[in-house]
Structure formats: C-alpha cells, structure tokens
C-alpha cells in the first residue's frame, strides 16, 4: 500500500532514543516523519486508527541469514524479507555465509541490488566478509566493500581463530570506522559438539559445546578491541562468563557492544528434550532447537536479562537462520545449526515483559535504537521517530494471543522450535519509508 501521506491516531507511542511513552498521533509526509502530538489534523490519504496499539520505531536487526545467494532452497532474499516485515522488522542486516561468500564489491553490490528490485519495504544491509571465502586465511578488501554499501564485517559461522589475523582486520575496520561483528567460537574447544555441554548433553550421550568455547573468544576479542580501538560487537552472547566480560570491558571504556538472541533469552537447553526425562521414557529430541551458540542454562538465562537490564547488552539479533525440512529431519547430530526467527521475535520477547523480566520500553530500545546505535548514520537508520527521519514504523499489540503454525509462516525455513506455542503479543503493522509493508486485518484504516 503506497501513500504520500498517513495519520497514525491514538496509538501509544513508545520511542527509548526520546524517552517518550505517550498516547499520540503521527503524521507521515513524503516518507517521513513530519510531526507527532495530540489531536493532529490532517487529510492525509490513509488514516490508521491505532487505539489499542503500541507505535514504536521500525525494528532493526543486526544479524540474520537470508542465505541468496546459494542457498535459495533455504530462503531467498524475498522470502526472508517478507518474514522480516510481518515480524515488524524495517531494517535487517544479512550475514556473509552465502555461495560465494560476501567478500568483495560485486556480492555486496548484488545483495543490495536484488534487495532494492524484489523487496523495497524493506532496507536490507548485507555484512561483508573478515576474510577471504571466510577461510580464515587472507583479509578481504574492506575498503572496497565498505564502498559498495556493506555495514561491517564478520566471518560469522566460521569464527577468525588467527589471532594475528583478527588483530589486522580489527585495524582495517578502526580506520574505516566500520564495526567487527563477531561470532565467538573457539573451534577446537565446540569441535564436535551439538548441545551446550551440560546434563541433557550427558543424558542423550551426544558431545556437548562448553561455554568456554564462547567465553574464550570474547576474552580475545575484546583484548584486541581495546589494543587497536576498534567497534567490536559481539553477537549472540550466551553465557553468564560472556557477560561479565563484556561489562567489565564497557565499564573500562572499550568499544564493545553485545546482542542476545530471543532463544538464548527464553529457551534452556532441555527445551532439546521433547519427551519426560524419565529413566525408562524413550529419548526424544528437536532438532529445531539445535542452535550454535547452544542453548545455554537457566542461570546463563537471568546473567542475560540482568545484562539487558544493566545496559550491557543493548540490542537483540534473531539471528534468523532457515534451513529446508531434510536439514533438520535427521539425527541430531546430523542436523544443521539454527532456528528461523524473524516471525517469533517479538512475541517470543514479550513473554520477558508479561513475567516482569524486563520492561516494554526496554524490550522496544534492543530492538530499535539499540542496533541503531551499531550502524552507521549514513545508512539513515536511526531507531527513532523524531521529526524529519525516515518513517520507519512498527505497530503492536502487546495482549493479542495468537499460536505460531507452520503453515502460516512466510520464511521459507519453517525450522522453529516454537511451532504450536502460543504467544502473548503480536506485531500488527509495518511501515517503511512511509509505506505500509504489513497490516493486520485487525486494524483499522480510512481512506
């Protein structure tokens, strides 16, 4: 739906980057935001009656997977961006581990260009490679790269383990002023591991990944960070050592920002199991809750929401990875990595916010001016809805209840260990650069 002009009336309007949780009206002109306030007059040419609704900036996200190209049988461009704007997502930033990789001027330019023809509701930001074929061997041309439009680097799934080499890319990326994003894996230590190293790891006999493996890796990561100056951002934090580390870092004054994923936030590593643990019950497990990072323990669960709640992780990453069906029908041990989030994000969040965990405006800052903070303002992302910026706006509904079913997701990996649950909250609407993407037939519209 393509209008010049909308009027969002009464809609609880929540942005962190203002401080500002009020009951308002927002009026969109020419894509952006001309101005927000009460009882606003205008004839506009679509009003949204938004009674009932939160308003907040559009979602970003800092970490996903749309695996285009070379992965089209797991999700192409557009289908990943279609899930991302029913998931409230406006702006999504996608990982480097496609075939070819995204190491050089010419993938970075066809993410971005097949993005702009087959999704324009959406921005889509592709994160070029650290190293060469992410091999872990030769620094890639960052320079170029930046160039053509990437918004930072990462080897992600297949961690930079020379340390010399880290040092140097970290170097490149301090002069370009352009951020390391980061997976922490200590190769040798997660070698032939599937699960967190723990109980259930134990009880179904399969070789467990440590936290170690993670903890290790940031302890370097962030050595380097603060011996060339670097932007570091660390994805998919998932361990109580994790954490410490890097608030001890940020209270030093090192550049070094963390995300967590809404799985590790919610799930624990028996959510694996999917019978009794019963010494005589038959041992079934979901592979759909096979992830890398593993999902961790309850105690790795309340160090992350303490962390969010101290400001020392400040954004959430889905860290949406598709798969197709043969890719986790199979043991578990031979199961791919990942889970597909972008339609379960939000809702999966709000059960943190319906227990008290953490609050609604908290919850709207890790997903909107939180990651705007990790990006560069050139892109025009800014996770806010102040006046004269970009019209990036998601629209929710904090009580709707609502069961997540196979059928009705539009990623095309349908790999999500939250399949029949229901949910508490439920994004409804989803407006990029003035222009409804997604509208719920809930809500209410005029012309």
Known sequence: MISKSILIKNARVIDPSQNIDATMDILIEDGLIKSSGTNLKSSSEVTIQADGLVACPGFIDLHCHLREPGFEEKETIASGAAAAIRGGYTTICCMPNTNPPLDNAATIDFVRKTAASRSPLITVLPVGCITKGRAGKELTDMSEMADAGCIGFSDDGSPVSNSQLMLLAMRCAAGLEMPIIDHCEDLDLSHGGHLHDGWVAARLGIKGIPSAAEESMVARDIALAEMTGAVLHLTHISTRGSVEMIRSARARG??????????????????????????????????????????????????????????????????????????????????????????????????????????????ISLLTCGPAEVLQQEYGITGTLKPGVKADITLLDVNREWTLEKANMLSQGKNSPFIGQAFKGM????????????????????K
């Open 254 to 363: 090192v550049k070094v920002s963390a995300d967590a994923t809404p799985h590790h936030l919610t799930l624990t590593e028996e959510r694996i199991i999917a019978s009794p643990m019963q010494p005589d019950a038959p041992l079934i497990y979901d592979t759909n809750a096979k992830v890398n990072p593993p999902l961790r323990t309850a105690l790795d669960i309340e160090a992350l929401v303490q962390a969010i709640n101290d400001g020392t992780i400040t954004s959430v990453a889905t860290d949406h990875a598709p798969h197709a069906s043969e890719d986790k029908l199979c043991e578990f041990e031979l199961a791919a990595f990942g889970i597909s989030g972008f339609e379960t994000a939000f809702a999966a969040l709000m059960t943190l916010v319906h227990s008290g965990k953490i609050k609604l405006a908290t919850l």
């Open 427 to 446: 994004v409804t609407g989803t407006i990029h650069a003035g222009e409804i993407a997604y509208i719920d037939k809930s809500v209410r519209t005029s």
